[in-house]
């Protein structure tokens, strides 16, 4: 591993190396990093339009079958700018709160757009028009994991109200695939606010394992086919209780 920066932002303390190993996998890979360990994004230096992190293309495959014709794209949480990358042609607009991961991103993964705007993630979206996005991305990450003021059922009321016909939220967290209080509580509440709810796991060694869970949910029907998901498969959820504004240090 050869260490290109480490910065300690307001937020976070960030790291950018190379390494010739990524998830088993030999070549060249560039690495954005938190000090928990967790990886925030990546590029694949031989090839950068690849999409190198399993949970990302699995959100591209959601979002191109249940709305291909899709234009419109808010996400909360920057990482390297993955997902705004790729699509030269849709519009997004980014929220980022640590301006340091922004700076990063164009000094080192290339990232070129001028789509980002920094602050609170849910702040930025209140101030949307409603009926504006086809799909809210949430990929946003602190040192307790996915922020708890964008799980709740106001948070995910408000975000219903800027989605477009046929929209949808689509979240990357982290937990376990059973047992999880967390994970159980934001897949209830989210059902408070649409009609349709999908929970797909990433492969992991075992149960109790912390992965990826992408968690997508809209007032249409979703489709999907784990075939061609890469090793996710489908999660049944237990009934969790209900995340309010009102009780937020339930889970500390």
Same mark, same amino acid.
């Given at each position: 591993?050869?260490?290109?920066?480490?910065?300690?932002?307001?937020?976070?303390?960030?790291?950018v190396?190379?390494?010739?190993?990524?998830?088993?996998?030999?070549?060249?890979?560039?690495?954005l990093?938190?000090?928990?360990?967790?990886?925030?994004?990546a590029?694949?230096?031989?090839?950068?339009?690849?999409?190198?992190?399993?949970?990302?293309?699995?959100?591209?495959?959601?979002?191109?079958?249940?709305?291909? =014709?899709?234009?419109?794209?808010?996400?909360?949480?920057?990482?390297?700018?993955?997902?705004?990358?790729?699509?030269?042609?849709?519009?997004?607009?980014?929220?980022?709160?640590?301006?340091?991961?922004?700076?990063?991103?164009k000094?080192?993964?290339?990232?070129?757009?001028?789509?980002?705007?920094?602050?609170?993630?849910?702040?930025?979206?209140?101030?949307?028009?409603? =009926?504006?996005y086809?799909?809210?991305i949430?990929?946003?990450?602190? =040192?307790?994991? /996915?922020?708890?003021?964008?799980?709740?059922?106001?948070?995910?009321?408000?975000?219903?109200?800027?989605?477009?016909?046929?929209?949808?939220?689509?979240?990357?967290?982290?937990?376990? =695939?059973?047992?999880?209080?967390?994970?159980?509580a934001?897949? /209830?509440?989210?059902?408070?606010?649409?009609?349709? /709810?999908?929970?797909?796991?990433?492969?992991?060694?075992?149960?109790?394992?912390?992965?990826?869970?992408?968690?997508?949910?809209?007032?249409?029907?979703?489709?999907?086919?784990?075939?061609?998901?890469?090793g996710?498969?489908?999660?049944?959820?237990?009934?969790?209780?209900?995340?309010?504004?009102?009780?937020?240090?339930?889970?500390?």
């Amino acid at each position: 591993m050869h260490i290109l920066a480490k910065e300690m932002s307001a937020f976070n303390e960030i790291t950018v190396y190379d390494t010739s190993e990524l998830y088993g996998e030999m070549g060249r890979f560039r690495c954005l990093q938190f000090a928990d360990d967790s990886i925030q994004g990546a590029v694949d230096l031989k090839d950068r339009k690849r999409i190198l992190l399993v949970y990302q293309r699995a959100i591209i495959y959601l979002m191109e079958l249940n709305k291909p =014709s899709f234009k419109h794209v808010f996400v909360i949480g920057h990482g390297v700018g993955t997902f705004s990358s790729h699509y030269g042609d849709k519009q997004f607009k980014v929220a980022e709160i640590d301006e340091k991961i922004v700076e990063l991103s164009k000094l080192y993964f290339n990232y070129s757009k001028d789509d980002v705007v920094i602050g609170d993630g849910r702040q930025i979206l209140s101030q949307s028009d409603e =009926s504006t996005y086809d799909y809210i991305i949430l990929d946003a990450f602190n =040192s307790k994991g /996915t922020p708890l003021h964008l799980t709740t059922r106001e948070f995910f009321r408000m975000a219903s109200e800027k989605l477009a016909p046929r929209g949808a939220l689509i979240m990357n967290l982290m937990g376990k =695939s059973k047992n999880d209080r967390l994970m159980n509580a934001i897949h /209830t509440t989210l059902r408070e606010s649409y009609m349709f /709810t999908k929970v797909f796991s990433c492969p992991a060694t075992s149960e109790a394992e912390i992965r990826n869970i992408i968690v997508m949910a809209s007032n249409a029907a979703i489709e999907f086919d784990v075939r061609e998901m890469e090793g996710l498969y489908e999660l049944d959820l237990a009934e969790g209780h209900i995340i309010r504004d009102s009780r937020p240090n339930e889970f500390k």
